[in-house]
């Protein structure tokens, strides 16, 4: 469309992988959400100590939330039912003694949410370079 000499064109192109963006942006998130669990996971399960390699196997992603706010979530848990304890820790059967935590999820989570700016940074760059470029 033009307006005496003025182009519309491209800022309808733009107009146009805007509204493409916002659409596709409910996937985009998903996809960081699963990316991030993921790495969680990794993490976690390298810091699970190995006995049977019960425990070490059954760390495990839930399914991806959409929650009403417009952001997404993930349960990273396992089954296993001394998992608690071996990640924060517990009395031993004599009652005195203590065991330390290894804390296995909570190192992850710490460490990974330090990671996550540049993780996210870099996945939104590449998001709006999809659309943009």
Known sequence: MKL???????????QKRMKNM???WPLFMESCIKELGARLLAKTSAR?????????????????????SGGVQIE????VEYA???????VKRNRVDW????????????????????????????YIDKHMG
Do not use: C
């Open 99 to 126: 065991v330390d935590g290894k804390f296995m999820l909570t190192i992850s989570s710490r460490e990974l949410e330090e990671q996550l700016p540049a993780i996210l940074n870099k996945k939104i760059k590449q």
């Open 22 to 24: 916002e659409k596709e």
């Open 4 to 14: 005496g000499n003025f182009d519309f064109s491209e800022f309808e192109k733009l």
């Open 76 to 79: 990273i848990s396992n089954p």
């Open 84 to 90: 608690k304890y071996v990640e924060y820790g517990h």
């Open 48 to 68: 699970t100590p190995v006995d049977t390699n019960h425990l070490r196997s059954n760390w495990m992603a839930g399914v991806v939330n959409h929650l009403p």
